[in-house]
C-alpha cells in the first residue's frame, strides 16, 4: 500500500477525512480514517476501516502515518 514514509507529526496536524496507518513498535495495528484531532491534548480519534469502531490514540503511544489509497483495508 503506498503511503507517505514521514509520520503525521511530522507533517503538521492530521485533519478529519485523512486515511492514516497506525504503527505501534514498527507494526501496523490498525488502519482508518481520521475523526477528529485534538493536537493540544495529544490525541487523534479514528474511525476504523475493518471494523467502523472509532477509536481514541494517544500520540505518544503510536506513530500515524497518511496512505494516499483510496480506501484503506484492514490488515
Same mark, same amino acid.
Not at 507517505?4 to 492530521?14: E, F, H, I, S
Not at 472509532?54 to 500515524?64: F, G, I, N
Given at each position: ?15 478529519? #477525512?485523512? =486515511?492514516?496507518?497506525?504503527? *505501534? +513498535?514498527? %507494526? !501496523?495495528? @490498525? ?20 471494523? #467502523?469502531? =472509532?477509536?481514541?490514540?494517544? *500520540? +505518544?503511544? %503510536? !506513530?500515524? @502515518? ?10
Amino acid at each position: 500500500m503506498p503511503r507517505d514514509d514521514r509520520p503525521a507529526a511530522d507533517r503538521g496536524q492530521l485533519r478529519p #477525512g485523512e =486515511r492514516v496507518e497506525v504503527h *505501534r +513498535d514498527a %507494526v !501496523v495495528h @490498525h488502519l482508518g480514517i481520521v475523526d477528529e484531532a485534538a493536537p493540544h491534548l495529544g490525541v487523534v480519534w479514528i474511525r476504523d476501516a475493518g471494523t #467502523g469502531i =472509532r477509536r481514541m490514540l494517544s *500520540r +505518544d503511544e %503510536v !506513530v500515524l @502515518h497518511p496512505c494516499r489509497t483510496e480506501r484503506p483495508e484492514h490488515r
